[in-house]
């Protein structure tokens, strides 16, 4: 078991570029979870998946914002028509059932 | 709706010193409590949770106890270490379906040798 690994670790795009992130959980963890940080701020929720169903979205997630987990195994985050509020660190975790979340290292976007 | 309380920081101790971090939260239900350590350049490492009232949680000489009746959560450690040094984060889950964490705005503490 080696975590919950993200990839890209960093990512600079220009604006109006899209980027797809991408995560691996744990592996036999059914829940998945993306969220993101901003500079001296906590994480917040962006979007939930029990299993390849996407349950529950933040109202932070724009329309610009799509997640996917096509086999409920690693999944996709994609942010199209990128904006320079959109640059934070994209987290996801992983967990078993309604047990504790064990988040990833992150990928840090930075938008120019 | 949830929302979590975090002492400011940042927060500068002498090696061995006594650390406390303020947490105090409102929710609805029944939520279980966390606190997260978060390394430089590093994701979210669980340090400590409790599920109930009156729980405490342990880990690596922290201890924090869920309090029900004053809504709190704080994170105590009797001597901290310069390799304590890092961001801590206090969070709850949420009580839906999909138990998402909602954080507080996490305290920095450094601490010198």
């Known amino acids: 078991d080696t975590g919950v690994s993200q990839d890209p670790r960093h990512k600079i795009t220009k604006r109006g570029q899209n980027v797809t992130f991408r995560c691996d959980p744990i592996?036999?963890?059914?829940?998945l979870y993306w969220y993101r940080q901003t500079l001296g701020q906590g994480p917040e929720f962006l979007t939930y998946?029990?299993?390849?169903?996407?349950?529950?979205k933040s109202r932070l997630l724009s329309d610009r914002f799509s997640a996917e987990r096509p086999k409920g195994s690693f999944s996709t985050l994609e942010i199209q028509r990128t904006e320079q509020g959109d640059s934070a660190m994209y987290l996801c975790?992983?967990?078993?059932?309604?047990?504790?979340?064990?988040f990833g290292p992150g990928t840090r976007l930075l938008v120019l | 709706g949830d929302s979590v309380t975090q002492m400011e920081g940042p927060v500068t101790l002498s090696e061995e010193a006594f650390l406390t971090i303020n947490c105090t939260y409102t929710a609805t239900g029944y939520p279980s409590l966390f606190w997260y350590v978060q390394y430089p350049g590093e994701g979210l490492q669980l340090l400590l949770k409790?599920?109930?009232?009156?729980d405490k949680g342990s880990n690596k000489g922290f201890e924090a106890t869920y309090r029900k009746e004053t809504t709190s959560f704080h994170l105590e450690k009797g001597s901290v270490q310069v390799s304590d040094s890092a961001v801590y984060f206090c969070?709850?889950?949420?009580?839906?379906?999909?138990?998402?964490?909602?954080f507080g705005s996490g305290t920095q503490l450094t601490v010198l040798p």
């Open positions: 409790a599920t109930k009232a009156d």
């Open positions: 969070a709850l889950s949420g009580s839906g379906s999909a138990r998402q964490l909602t």
């Open positions: 998946f029990q299993n390849e169903a996407q349950l529950e």
């Open positions: 975790a992983s967990s078993e059932h309604q047990e504790t979340q064990y």
């Open positions: 592996s036999e963890h059914n829940r």
